[in-house]
C-alpha cells in the first residue's frame, strides 16, 4: 500500500509541473495505475487523485483535459461513495459553467462516469444515491431554459441514465416527466427531439400511472392544436414512445388515431409525414389494437402514396404508351425527369412515409392477402413511376413484401383453408403481372443503378413465387437502352435452372438475342453476358450447343488483353496500372473452362488452345484459371496438349522459377507461392500423359525441376497432396 500511494504521489506532483508533456504523461501513467485490478487506495490518495483529476479538467492543454476525464471512468470503482459524490456535485456545477470547453467535457466526464456506475442489481447503494444527486441537478438545468447548450447536453445525460438505470431512478420519475414535459414546446427544435429521446427511455421502466399522465397530456395537447409545430412535436413524440413501448400505448389508441386521422388532411407536408410514421409504429408495435383501425390507415396510405401536387405525369405516360408500342424509344423524357427541381417541394417525405406504412401493414397481415391484392397492389403498380429515387426504392420495398407473403407456405402447419385463399391470391398475382412487367418496362432503362436494382429485385422475387410467369413477357423486358441491359441479361440467367422449367423452349428460341450482347460497347453488359452463358453451358448446354459455332469467335475475342483499357493512375509518389478488360476476360475464361466439361465435342480443341496459351501469359488471376484448365485438359485431350507441349511448357517454367523482388510486401510473396503452386500442378497432370516423357521439352523440364531445390521441393509436396490434384478441382462459375 505504502509503495502504491509513494507512486501515486509523485504522479499527482508531476501533473502540477508547468511542461504540458509533463502533466500529459502523469496523467496517462495514472490511468494505466487506475486501469489495474489490484490497485487499492487509501483514504489520502484517494482524496488527492479526485481534487487532481478535477483540477485538470479545467487544464490549459485539451490532451490533458480529454486524458484527466478517462481516468473517472476506472476511478469510479476505486474510491469510495463520498468521493464519487464529489466528482458528480463538481462536474454537474461545471455544466452551469460559462466556460463552452469546461461544460463539454464536464458532460463527457458524467456520462463517463453513468456508464461505470455498477448495475443497481449488485445491491450498491452508491449508484442510487448519485444518480438522484445527478437527476437533481440536471432537471434544475433543463427546467431553468436559460442556455439552450446547456439544456441539451442535461436532456442527453438524462437520456443516457434513463436508458441503463432507468429502473434506480424510480423516485424521480414524476419529476422527470414534469421537467420533460414543457420542453416538448421550446422554441429550439433540438430541444424538443431530445426531450422526445429521453420521454421514449422513461417509458420503458415508470409506472403505469406515470405513463398515462403522459398519454392523457400529449391527447388533451393534441386536441388543443395551438400550433401546428407543436402539434407536429406531440405527433413525433407519440409515435416515439409507441416504438419504444407499443405495448403499453395500444389501451390509448382508441383515443389516439381519430386525431392523427384528422391531422392527415391539414395541408402541412411534415406534419402528414409524422402522422404516417406514428400509424406505422401502431402498426408494428401494436398490432392487436390497431386493428379496427387498418382498412382507415391503409386507404389514407392509398390517397397519399400518389400526392405529388407539384408534377404532371400525365404526358409521361402517354409517351410511354407509344413507346410500349415502337419499342424504339429512347430515354428523352427520362432526361426531362432529370430537369424537374423543387427544393421546397418535400411531399415526397409524405409519399415515403406512406410506403412505409404499407410495408408494414402488408409484412403483418397475411389474413388481408386477397384485399391487398384488390386495392393495395393495382396502386404501388401504379407508383412504380414514382420520380424520387429514394420514395421509388420503399415503393418497391412494400411490393417485394407483398411477395414474399403470397409466397405459398410449404408447412404441415398450414391449414387447408388458408392455402385455399392462397391459390386465390397466386391467381389475383398472375393476371397483374402484364401490369407489372409494363410499369418496370420504363423503369429499367433508368439512369440510376439504384432503380434498375429495384426492379431486378422485384423481378427476381416475382419469380419465385410465380415461376415461369415472366416466359411470355422476356420480349417486353429485353428492348431499351444499354442501361437496361445488364439488369434484363442478368435476370435471363436466374432463370436458368439445372432441372427441365416450361420456360426452357422459350429461352431456347431468344437466348440468341441475349448472346448478341457479347458485341455491347458496354463493358459491364458484356461481362454480365458472359455470366449469362456460363450459366447456361453449366446449367442448361442444349440452350447453347447449337450457337456455339456463332458464340464462339465473339467468346474468344473477350479473352484477348486490350491495350486501350490498360490506364495508369498515380498514387502519391507511385504508378498503379488498372486493367478494366480484367473482369471480362475473367469472365471468358471461367466460359472456356466451363464449355470443356458440358460441350468439348463442339470445340475445335486447338483453336481452344491457342487461347489458353495467351492466358498462361496474362494477369495472375488469368493465369490461375488457365492453370486449371491445363490439367483438365491433360486428362481430357491428352493427344492435341502433348502436340502442344513445347509451347505450352515455356510459361509454366516462367512461372516456376520466378523470384519475387527483394523488399517485396508479404503479400506478393504469398501470391507468387499460390500461382508456383498452381502451375506446379499443371506440370503435374502434364507428367500423366501417356509418353510425355519422350517430349525433349518435358524432359528439360523435369531435369530442371530436380536440379532445383526450391522446385524440386515444391513438386514434391504438390505429388503428396493428392486432394488438391487438378483432376478434382472446381471452378463452378455458374
Known amino acids: 500500500m505504502a509503495s502504491v500511494s509513494y507512486h501515486i504521489s509523485s504522479l499527482l506532483e508531476k501533473m502540477t509541473s508547468t511542461d504540458k508533456d509533463f502533466r500529459f504523461m502523469a496523467t496517462n501513467d495514472l490511468m494505466m495505475e487506475l486501469q489495474k485490478d489490484s490497485i487499492k487506495l487509501d483514504e489520502d490518495s484517494e482524496k488527492k487523485v479526485v481534487k487532481m483529476l478535477l483540477k485538470l479538467l479545467e487544464d490549459k492543454n485539451g490532451e490533458v483535459q480529454n486524458l484527466a476525464v478517462k481516468c473517472l471512468g476506472p476511478l469510479v470503482g476505486k474510491v469510495k461513495e463520498y468521493q464519487v459524490e464529489t466528482i458528480v456535485d463538481t462536474l454537474c456545477t461545471n455544466m452551469l459553467s460559462d466556460k463552452e470547453q469546461l461544460r463539454d467535457i464536464s458532460s463527457i466526464g458524467l456520462k463517463t462516469v453513468i456508464s461505470e456506475l455498477p448495475p443497481a442489481s449488485t445491491g450498491s447503494t452508491m449508484t442510487a444515491n448519485v444518480c438522484k444527486k445527478i437527476t437533481a441537478q440536471l432537471t434544475g438545468a433543463i427546467g431553468k431554459q436559460e442556455d439552450v447548450s446547456v439544456q441539451l447536453e442535461a436532456l442527453d445525460i438524462l437520456s443516457d441514465m434513463l436508458s441503463r438505470l432507468g429502473g434506480t431512478l424510480y423516485s424521480f420519475h414524476s419529476s422527470i416527466l414534469n421537467c420533460l414535459l414543457p420542453q416538448l414546446t421550446s422554441p429550439r427544435l433540438a430541444v424538443r427531439k431530445r426531450a422526445i429521446i429521453a420521454l421514449g427511455h422513461l417509458v420503458l421502466t415508470c409506472s403505469g400511472n406515470i405513463f398515462s399522465e403522459l398519454a392523457e397530456h400529449l391527447i388533451a395537447e393534441l386536441k388543443k392544436n395551438e400550433s401546428t409545430s407543436t402539434t407536429r412535436t406531440y405527433i413525433q413524440c407519440i409515435a416515439g414512445i409507441s416504438r419504444q413501448a407499443g405495448h403499453r400505448i395500444g389501451e390509448h389508441l382508441e383515443k389516439i388515431i381519430p386525431l392523427i386521422v ?70 428523352e423524357e427520362q432526361e426531362s425527369d432529370d430537369e424537374y427541381s423543387d427544393d421546397d417541394d418535400i411531399s415526397w417525405k409524405v409519399r415515403r412515409a406512406a410506403a412505409k406504412c404499407l410495408e408494414a401493414i402488408v409484412s403483418s397481415r397475411h389474413d388481408l392477402l386477397q384485399d391487398f391484392y384488390k386495392t393495395l397492389s393495382p396502386v404501388l403498380i401504379s407508383r412504380f413511376k414514382e420520380r424520387e429515387e429514394n420514395v421509388k426504392a420503399d415503393i418497391f420495398s412494400a411490393y417485394i413484401s407483398l411477395l414474399k407473403q403470397t409466397l405459398p407456405i410449404q408447412s404441415w402447419l398450414h391449414a387447408s383453408d388458408d392455402s385455399g385463399k392462397d391459390d386465390v391470391s397466386l391467381t389475383m398475382l398472375q393476371n397483374q403481372v402484364p401490369n407489372i412487367v409494363k410499369a418496370l418496362h420504363k423503369q429499367l432503362k433508368d439512369k440510376s443503378t439504384k432503380s434498375r436494382q429495384g426492379c431486378f429485385s422485384l423481378l427476381t422475387e ?153 492466358g498462361l501469359k496474362d494477369h495472375y488471376d488469368i493465369q490461375m484459371l488457365t492453370f486449371i484448365m491445363l490439367a483438365r485438359l491433360s486428362t481430357l485431350c491428352p493427344n492435341a496438349v502433348l502436340q502442344r507441349l513445347e509451347r505450352l511448357i515455356e510459361p509454366l517454367r516462367a512461372t516456376c522459377s520466378t523470384k519475387v523482388k527483394a523488399g517485396s510486401v508479404k503479400q506478393e510473396f504469398e501470391k507468387q507461392d499460390e500461382l508456383k503452386r498452381s502451375a506446379m500442378r499443371a506440370v503435374a497432370a502434364l507428367l500423366t500423359i501417356p509418353e510425355v516423357e519422350k517430349s525433349p521439352v518435358m524432359a528439360e523440364f523435369s531435369s530442371q525441376i530436380r536440379s532445383s531445390p526450391e522446385m524440386a521441393s515444391l513438386f514434391e509436396s504438390i505429388q503428396k497432396d493428392t486432394a488438391s490434384l487438378p483432376t478434382t478441382e472446381s471452378m463452378d462459375m455458374s
Open 262 to 331: 384528422r391531422y392527415c388532411n391539414v395541408d402541412d407536408d411534415e406534419l402528414r409525414e409524422y402522422c404516417f410514421q406514428a400509424f406505422e409504429s401502431f402498426v408494428r408495435r401494436c398490432p392487436k389494437e390497431i386493428d379496427p383501425h387498418i382498412p382507415n390507415v391503409m386507404s389514407l396510405c392509398l390517397k397519399y402514396i400518389t400526392f405529388d401536387p407539384n408534377y404532371n405525369y400525365d404526358n409521361e405516360e402517354e409517351e410511354e404508351e407509344e413507346r410500349m408500342e415502337t419499342e424504339n424509344g429512347e430515354d
Open 462 to 614: 416475382l419469380a419465385n413465387v410465380l415461376p415461369g410467369c415472366l416466359a411470355e413477357h422476356i420480349p417486353a423486358l429485353v428492348p431499351g437502352s444499354p442501361h437496361a441491359r445488364s439488369t434484363v441479361v442478368t435476370a435471363v440467367k436466374f432463370t436458368i435452372a439445372d432441372h427441365p422449367q416450361p420456360i426452357d423452349a422459350l429461352l431456347k428460341g431468344c437466348i440468341g438475342n441475349f448472346l448478341k450482347t457479347f458485341q455491347d460497347s458496354d463493358l459491364n453488359v458484356r461481362r454480365v453476358a458472359l455470366a449469362m452463358f456460363n450459366s447456361a453451358a453449366h446449367n442448361k448446354p442444349s440452350l447453347i450447343r447449337d450457337l456455339l459455332n456463332a458464340v464462339l469467335p465473339s467468346l474468344y475475342n473477350e479473352t484477348k488483353v486490350r491495350r486501350e483499357l490498360i490506364r495508369e493512375v498515380e498514387m502519391g509518389p507511385f504508378k498503379h496500372t488498372v486493367d478494366d478488360g480484367l473482369d471480362v476476360r475473367k469472365a471468358a475464361f471461367e466460359c472456356m473452362y466451363t464449355l470443356l466439361e458440358s460441350c468439348l465435342d463442339r470445340l475445335d480443341i486447338y483453336e481452344y488452345l491457342n487461347h489458353v496459351e495467351d
